[in-house]
């Protein structure tokens, strides 16, 4: 077993930096990170530290058993699980989530699964102020940000708090070797996308920067790895390490076009969040290449390509995610709808963003098309 502990203290989250004058401003989050092979054998000796003697488990309904087996490693620390965790935070299950904590006086939350199921920790942690431990099993990277997206009656609204953050994250490898691996390819290409876009961020500094390039390195490493061996233990930690390391990424600065892009076509069309990562990044990436070359330098560092775009573009394909918009259900004649959408109110990028210049790639990446600089 390999552990690897580290304590970091810090006000809230104020990332500002000015590239031109090299002035720049860092501030972490607080939060304890365990990580390692069979940590999940720390739940107890971490609820311990953070004072807890009635903790309730959270997990989706498909982790129950997971979460039943961790949670008896609690011994009477255990006072219940809740396995109805849901993507998105509804508002519902937070609230039957709630009632239960209320009438079971419980003290204290550890959330064992991907976004969704910390998403539930984080959204009962903020409305109780109970400690909140996440057992992260997918890449998403959710339990590094102070951010929560939740949705009442289908309508997502989403906030910022430094009361988000878990106090302690466990980060087991064991627990996501389960994970599909076209799904582990998914779920990390999504993961690069955060760090990608943190080099190039308006805010970015030099310690999230080093960040995002291992983390890239490390997730560009290891997942092909786990396509042709889903169990290799090396690839599934350097996995979860460069999860991590985007993860911060994604809590610290602020993100670009990319992901405004897929928020507008994910929101549009209701087409999958990880995937359509995965097909836009090549083309995001290429957009911006000319306006923000260091950030395209440490990439293809990271990749070991010479050419960013076209790296990311070939990484996917050899993980076997799709390639084509058209392919995971956008319409042809939602090319021009999404273009207008993107430029409205757009996030702050390296280069201006122009319809007719969105159109085209929007349009390149439903075609399936390699990255094109224009
Ligand atoms: P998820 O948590 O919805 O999990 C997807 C499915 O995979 C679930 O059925 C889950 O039980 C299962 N699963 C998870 N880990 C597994 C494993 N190791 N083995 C087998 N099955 C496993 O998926 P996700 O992609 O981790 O999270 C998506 C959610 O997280 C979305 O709601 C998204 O908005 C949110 N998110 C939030 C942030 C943030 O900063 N607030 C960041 C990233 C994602």
Redesign the pocket.
């Known amino acids: 077993m390999s552990i690897a502990a580290s304590d970091a203290v810090r006000p809230p989250i104020v990332a500002a930096g000015d590239a031109g004058s090299g002035i720049f401003a860092y501030c972490s989050q607080q939060y304890r990170v365990v990580f390692g092979a069979g940590t999940a054998a720390r739940l107890g000796e971490e609820t311990e530290r953070l004072g807890i003697k009635r903790a309730l488990v959270l997990t989706?309904p498909?982790?129950q058993d997971l979460g039943r087996r961790l949670g008896a490693g609690l011994g009477d620390r255990l006072a219940g699980l809740f396995a109805g965790a849901r993507?998105?935070?509804p508002v519902e299950v937070t609230n039957a989530a709630l009632r239960i904590v209320e009438s079971h006086d419980i003290d204290g939350l550890v959330a064992i699964?991907?976004?969704?199921?910390v998403?539930l920790g984080k959204a009962l942690s903020l409305r109780t102020g109970l400690p909140h431990i996440a057992m992260p099993?997918?890449y998403?990277?959710?339990e590094m940000?102070p951010?929560?997206?939740e949705t009442t009656n289908g309508i997502k609204t989403t906030q910022q708090s430094q009361d988000l953050v878990p106090d302690t994250v466990i980060y087991d490898v064991d627990?996501?070797v389960?994970?599909p691996p076209h799904v582990s390819a998914a779920?990390g290409l999504n993961a690069i996308a955060h760090a990608v876009e943190a080099l190039y961020a308006p805010d970015a500094n030099p310690l999230t920067s080093l960040m995002a390039e291992d983390g890239i390195a490390a997730l560009a490493r290891a997942l092909p790895r786990i396509m042709d061996a889903p169990a290799d233990a090396g690839a599934r930690r350097d996995a979860l390490y460069g999860a991590w390391l985007c993860g911060v990424c994604?809590g610290a600065v602020g993100m670009s076009l990319h992901h405004k892009l897929c928020h507008v076509l994910g929101g549009m069309f209701n087409l999958p969040h990880?995937e359509t990562h995965a097909i836009v990044l090549p083309h995001a990436a290429a957009y911006n290449a000319a306006a923000a070359p260091d950030a395209m330098t440490r990439v293809a560092r990271a990749l070991r390509t010479s050419d960013t775009p076209q790296g990311l573009f070939d990484l996917a394909r050899r993980l076997g995610l799709p390639r084509r918009l058209a392919d995971i259900g956008m319409p042809e004649d939602g090319i021009a709808r999404a273009a207008e959408m993107a430029v409205r109110s757009p996030y702050a990028n390296p280069r201006p963003v122009e319809r007719v210049a969105i159109q085209d790639l929007i349009a390149a990446a439903w075609r399936g098309d390699a990255p094109a600089q224009h």
């Open positions: 989706t498909e982790q993507m998105h935070t699964g991907g976004g969704s199921t998403g099993t997918t998403a990277g959710s940000t951010i929560l997206g627990l996501t389960s994970l779920s994604l990880a």
